[in-house]
């Protein structure tokens, strides 16, 4: 699952890594707490033009078809190995697909009956990170256009499962044509939706100051030391 991302790369760094002119970028401040039904900076194929751009929509997709906007508030993440069945996902799997910058996201493992411990996740080395997406557009009843978006999720890899069993697909920077410029109609390989490996992954404990979206500084991403007995078992759960 991923239900809350940190963005604070500078958007200089973001037009060279994801290869696109400034021009085509909108502009959107960092982030340290991004969550659902905000607007956030997706990069896509422009319909019209082929070319990359990024425009900011609202997480959470809503389909073309879809009588009221609600329907986005369950569809902020997508099952990888559904998405190509599912009635809300299968059109966008095929023609609208997108990649979600984020440099962090955030997931919490349950310690107790009522106790969570949140984790800031990110890649080795601190490289800008491309969740898999869908997007889709939107008209309310008044004709207003909407468009909106959601971020892949799979089986969680060996080391991350032991925080939750899900993660977000992460597309790796060699694979981005791959994943955004497929003949229409197509569906994604396996190899694509599959889980990052392990040894690339950075991991942390944080401050349970990010579960509410009042919260939004850098601090939020700074790393906190356990007490001793729950260190102990964090380290030997995500060490196996």
């Known amino acids: 699952m991923c239900g809350r991302y940190a963005r604070k790369s500078a958007q200089e760094l973001l037009a060279e890594w994801f290869e696109m002119d400034l021009e085509h970028m909108r502009w959107a401040p960092p982030t340290w707490n991004a969550a659902p039904q905000s607007f956030q900076p997706v990069v896509r194929l422009n319909p019209e033009s082929g070319r990359r751009e990024m425009p900011l929509m609202r997480w959470g997709l809503i389909p073309s078809w879809a009588k009221e906007a609600r329907i986005g508030l369950g569809a902020i993440n997508a099952r990888a190995e559904e998405a190509a069945t599912k009635p809300a996902f299968r059109e966008a799997l095929k023609k609208r697909r997108c990649q979600i910058s984020a440099d962090a996201y955030y997931e919490w493992q349950k310690t107790g009956p009522k106790t969570r411990q949140p984790y800031a996740i990110t890649l080795v080395g601190g490289n800008p990170i491309a969740f898999a997406g869908l997007w889709e557009s939107w008209r309310d009843k008044d004709g207003h256009p909407l468009e909106t978006f959601s971020i892949l999720t799979t089986v969680a890899n060996e080391r991350l499962a032991a925080i939750h069993d899900r993660m977000p697909v992460i597309v790796e920077r060699k694979d981005y044509a791959s994943w955004l410029d497929a003949p229409t109609g197509s569906e994604p390989s396996a190899e694509l939706l599959r889980a990052v490996a392990p040894d690339r992954i950075d991991l942390w404990p944080v401050s349970d100051r990010v579960g509410n979206t009042r919260n939004n ?14 260190a102990q078992g964090q380290l030997f759960r995500l060490n196996f």
């Open 217 to 230: 500084d850098e601090s939020l991403l700074d790393p906190i030391k356990l007490d001793e007995e729950a």
